[in-house]
């Protein structure tokens, strides 16, 4: 379905003959029964002792000075981590009450509110960097977010709030996000543009304040051009994605992202009685199934570009995807419900967790031997995807100039006995620096951080120029291979005339290896080139041997010792976003003489 093909008069004439929105059941209502029961008495009584605790409990304080912390320190946890506890606890007494509190749970729940409304900013600090003026609110994930927090709120309490209150949440919805959406085009997120492509952004905020828009707004000229600036800015989005439904931004912001333009479709197509279904397009199924894709094997996913290796998905979001475009593996996933609501930055998801919670099952969908994405130039291999423990292997080629940019060129994961042995690290810690002038001083986003060459002390440079040509990609039973001409990634200064490297995942060895082929030259004198493998694991180096971590859960890099010499790189604690810190070694393989040209073969094979 073409998005931009909607107009505001076709959207109009959608929502004259829709009828009554209804997409969950009201507070009250005998419909709220049937949620129930699906949930469970276990799931339903662990809510209310929480929420009964969050009925006692003060309000964390959200002040000014908290928010401005992060323009004097460039730390974001201190405002966020607050603002988390107390969106939380609001869930909580707002789901708990919706379910069945009579009355119990709506004072306290009404308090948050009223709190929520009183904020002087709904965007974080890091997108807004100072305290708005009133009539000009910054429109970021947050206040989108916080749009749809309170208009849900509001629809399923309803009458339970009072009505001066429900009345300020519609002001301050309209004035902080609804009309800024609608009336101005500074929003960078709003399209792409030869400067600047959209990402996970456009769709989290479209599917705030459209959604919003679906529950608040009763002009329905006015939101027949909501949603149909809303259908416009997504058709940018979906572009985003490649034709295959990959997404540069990996498995984390897909569930952000494309978790919240899900939450969009359900909700507009309520909205219109079924005229309106962003799900109807082919490419929005292929999409669907890029954690499908992406699986490593059970619990591990690809962790390129700021995503991670141990994602987790709403449930409430496989399982409506899986029930509404009859993709019944995204349940097998390994993920389980959970109703603590303990650590969402959105209502969306603890309100679909306890409407549409996973079935339980004990499959676990490992993936299939081979999966690759020709546009973005990721390939994922699989030794048996029946067996957990085997070995697996993913490679990226692109771009240094892809959403959520780290310059990875060339990068690749192996995992062995079920553990990430050779990483890409992911996502480093969120702070000014990291998204600022300062990102590729990072360790984590520069290519220091991956398990790609050095040349000639240059590490890889940023920019869309600066990435891969595919030369060769095939998958067979016996192995799966990409080659990858990769010299634009570096810098002029680096001297190259060519770089190739080739990754292949060998299934005719016993137990599987995964073989590195790097071949050099440089354009003028000899160079310096080394080889470089990242870890989280212990390592152990001896002549033509490294071992790094350990039987069952390790690998072996098989090396010529005469050409080649080995030396480790440490970086301890290095912190990561929403995760501990941890500690990274690069084995840096290094030729024993400088040369114009060569060639370094690595094999990698599971330690047994």
């Not at 060339?410 to 996502?427: A, I």
């Not at 040509?469 to 634009?488: F, P």
């Amino acid at each position: 379905m073409d998005l931009r093909r909607w107009n505001v008069k076709h959207v109009r004439l959608v929502l004259e003959g829709a009828p009554a929105f209804a997409p969950f059941p009201r507070h009250g209502l005998p419909d709220l029964a049937a949620i129930r029961a699906q949930v469970g008495n276990e799931g339903i009584d662990q809510l209310r002792v929480a929420a009964r605790a969050d009925v006692v409990a003060p309000i964390p304080a959200l002040p000014a000075e908290l928010y401005l912390d992060f323009a004097r320190t460039g730390r974001r946890e201190g405002y966020e981590d607050a603002q988390r506890r107390r969106r939380n606890m609001l869930y909580r007494l707002v789901l708990a009450e919706w379910l069945g509190g009579e009355g119990e749970f709506s004072a306290a729940a009404e308090n948050l509110l009223w709190a929520r409304l009183e904020e002087t900013n709904w965007a974080w600090p890091a997108h807004a960097r100072t305290l708005d003026f009133p009539d000009r609110p910054t429109l970021d994930l947050a206040a989108a977010m916080t749009a749809l927090d309170l208009a849900e709120a509001d629809y399923l309490l309803g009458e339970a709030l009072s009505p001066q209150l429900r009345a300020r949440i519609r002001s301050e919805v309209e004035r902080r996000a609804i009309a800024p959406f609608l009336e101005r085009n500074d929003h960078w997120w709003l399209h792409t543009t030869p400067q600047k492509q959209v990402n996970n952004w456009t769709a989290v905020c479209v599917a705030g304040v459209v959604g919003a828009a679906c529950y608040l707004e009763a002009d329905l000229d006015r939101l027949a051009a909501i949603i149909t600036r809303g259908l416009h800015s997504l058709a940018d989005y979906l572009e985003t994605f490649d034709s295959q439904g990959g997404s540069t931004e990996g498995p984390d912001y897909w569930s952000y992202g494309f978790g919240n333009y899900v939450v969009l479709a359900h909700l507009l197509q309520a909205r219109t009685g079924g005229q309106i279904n962003l799900l109807a397009d082919p490419l929005v199924r292929e999409i669907a199934q890029f954690p499908l894709r992406t699986v490593l094997t059970q619990g591990v996913w690809a962790s390129f570009s700021d995503s991670d290796s141990n994602p987790t998905f709403p449930s409430g979001l496989l399982s409506h995807l899986a029930e509404s475009l009859d993709l019944p593996a995204l349940t097998e996933l390994g993920m389980r419900n959970d109703f603590a609501v303990e650590h969402f930055n959105q209502f969306a998801w603890p309100l679909r967790q306890f409407a549409w919670p996973l079935p339980e099952t004990n499959l676990a969908f490992g993936g299939t031997a081979h999966d690759w994405f020709a546009d973005m130039a990721w390939m994922i291999a699989r030794l048996d995807p029946a067996d957990s423990q085997s070995l697996r292997l993913a490679v990226k080629g692109g771009h240094n100039d892809e959403m959520h940019n780290q310059n990875d060129i060339g990068s690749f994961m192996v995992v062995s006995g079920g553990k990430v042995v050779l990483t890409d690290p992911g996502r480093g810690r969120y702070s000014k620096a990291y998204f600022g002038p300062e990102r590729y001083d990072n360790l984590m986003a520069s290519s220091r951080g991956h398990s790609v060459p050095v040349v000639n002390g240059h590490e890889q440079a940023e920019g869309r120029h600066h990435g891969a040509r595919v030369l060769h990609h095939s998958h067979s039973a016996a192995s799966d291979r990409l080659e990858l001409d990769m010299a634009a990634a570096y810098p002029a200064a680096a001297g190259l005339s060519s770089l190739r490297r080739s990754l292949s995942l060998d299934r005719a060895a016993e137990n599987g290896r995964v073989l590195l082929e790097d071949s050099f030259a440089f354009a003028g004198d000899d160079g310096q080139f080394q080889s470089v493998l990242v870890t989280p694991m212990a390592v152990s180096a001896g002549e033509g041997r490294v071992a790094i971590g350990e039987a069952g859960g390790g690998v072996n890099v098989d090396y010529d010792a005469s050409d080649f010499e080995v030396c480790l790189d440490r970086h301890e604690r290095v912190e990561k976003q929403y995760q501990p810190a941890i500690d990274l070694i690069r084995v840096v393989f290094t030729p024993r003489q400088r040369s114009r040209e060569g060639r370094l073969a690595l094999t990698i094979s599971p330690l047994t």
